[in-house]
């Protein structure tokens, strides 16, 4: 193990022995106590706070998607190792008991399993492309999701969760719509993790695309600035971790999903705030009681 | 298609149409709006008050499950057609060609996923009992959950979700204790219930169980009294749809779990509020939009 691994263990041992995350015996998931969750629910209302003036509409999609819809957006070309699909038995009572012997034998029961018409979600922003299909209005839109993600990356990190919680808002719209009001949010979710007295920087960030072709894509994705990170230390000065991120796709899923504006595919971006990041970044930061943290985080964070 | 179903897509469709659900192009699963979101949070907080003065430890699992403590509870005996699997793709960059070439051909590509150590959550208590593990008080312990549950049973019956979110409290303990709370809250729930003005009655209920051997254990649930459910009709009178649940597993879960209460297998018991169902039944009953509803029911709902 190395120092950043051993930085990760500690720091989650000691989440587990403060009772903030309970062990489920599965790297990357975890159940949550009221003081982490009160910490959470914090952290969305004063999203919200500083969201609300922009007037978004509010869109709850549950943690899974249509696999049909999945499959157009291009992520399992991109990065197929992070997808969840889901699977059911669809059997008869033959099939029941071949599923149960395998399960007492201790052997492997998937092949009873069949894929079904739904994925987990991958990031809170998918589930809303397809349902604005058609022709938007010349201003666009501005949506406000929040959602249990998954991502197939088991992690002694902490900060590295299979299923984890991103609250987001999806920007519909002509470029330079789309572009300046990203540019907008990069200051206030700048100015929000400085409120809350983290140790916040800018980085230009690439998704951790897959293979050989993936390098490429990393590298266009760079050049082209479609994606920052705000990252802040965690377990590791060295390599800090993302907590929120702010993303410019041009017109991909404008085109993919068939979204108009005045006869041209939709250009979209997002800002995503990753609440599980936020709150161990403060927990971290600050100690692992809420009540001890400086007085003008608490006021910042709000009740 | 049947009266039963005629009146379920006529409900769906006005839900769509009145932007109350989101068609996310597969049954059962859909967006909500923020008017939808409301009335949940809304029934969410009344739970709270109501529950409140019994104390409960909160705690809060994301919508999956360790599979080996999913495969420990009998589930996939019991109810094998609900249960989701969680898959992932581990392959190289070869199998990833193979995938995306299925993909690009419109054929099956479910060969290139694999098992994953998380299965999807079915019901909210379930990352509860391998979590209390050990030793417990004599008192016994009082849990509220609340998570996305996934069952797979597509239909157009917009209260048969595939993925729809639970409210539980979760009571462990000795036999009468857990038999005389469940009592007291199916008092409770039933009060609830006609406070909102809905048309409730008390139902002796048995699980969906599987295949032939699952009518004899439907038989011995009812016989025993293991499962009352509140029902409350949305769209047939005849065929009401359950909106509560209470349930005592006598000592199923203490004992495969290992949870021990004075040297003996905890028993444990739940009760479950169907968050959707509910305000879909709300819906129904009083009409699409919240603010005209009777005074004394948005009094009753609260804030």
């Not at 120092?3 to 790297?27: H, M, R, S, Y």
């Not at 007037?55 to 696999?67: A, G, K, Y």
């Not at 293979?211 to 800090?240: C, D, F, H, N």
Request: aromatic share 10%.
């Amino acid at each position: 193990m190395g120092q950043l691994e051993e930085a990760q263990q500690k720091f989650l041992t000691e989440l587990f022995e403060a009772g903030l995350l309970i062990d489920c015996g599965v790297p990357g998931v975890y159940g949550r106590s009221a003081v982490f969750e009160s910490v959470i629910e914090r952290f969305d209302r004063y999203i919200t706070r500083i969201g609300a003036p922009d007037n978004p509409t509010l869109m709850r999609f549950p943690p899974v998607l249509n696999r049909k819809h999945f499959e157009t957006s291009g992520y399992l070309k991109n990065m197929p190792q992070l997808a969840g699909t889901i699977h059911s038995f669809e059997g008869d009572q033959k099939a029941h008991v071949a599923l149960i012997q395998a399960l007492e034998a201790g052997n492997d029961w998937s092949a009873q399993q069949h894929m079904t018409d739904v994925v987990l979600t991958p990031a809170g922003c998918y589930p809303v492309y397809p349902a604005l299909k058609g022709v938007q209005p010349a201003q666009g839109k501005l949506v406000d999701v929040f959602s249990y993600c998954f991502r197939h990356e088991p992690s002694i990190d902490p900060a590295r969760m299979q299923m984890f919680r991103m609250r987001e808002y999806v920007r519909i719209g002509q470029p330079d719509d789309v572009r300046n009001w990203r540019s907008g949010w990069l200051d206030r979710g700048l100015a929000m993790m400085q409120a809350l007295g983290l140790d916040v920087t800018i980085a230009l960030a690439n998704d951790p695309f897959f293979g050989r072709t993936g390098k490429m894509l990393a590298a266009s994705q760079r050049e082209q600035e479609l994606k920052y990170e705000l990252v802040v230390p965690i377990t590791s000065s060295e390599s800090p971790t993302a907590v929120l991120s702010f993303n410019y796709h041009q017109e991909l899923f404008g085109g993919l999903y068939g979204i108009q504006i005045e006869g041209n595919a939709a250009h979209t971006g997002c800002v995503g705030f990753g609440m599980e990041r936020v709150a161990l970044a403060l927990l971290k930061t600050h100690g692992l009681d809420p009540n001890s943290w400086p007085a003008h985080v608490n006021e910042a964070l709000g009740s």
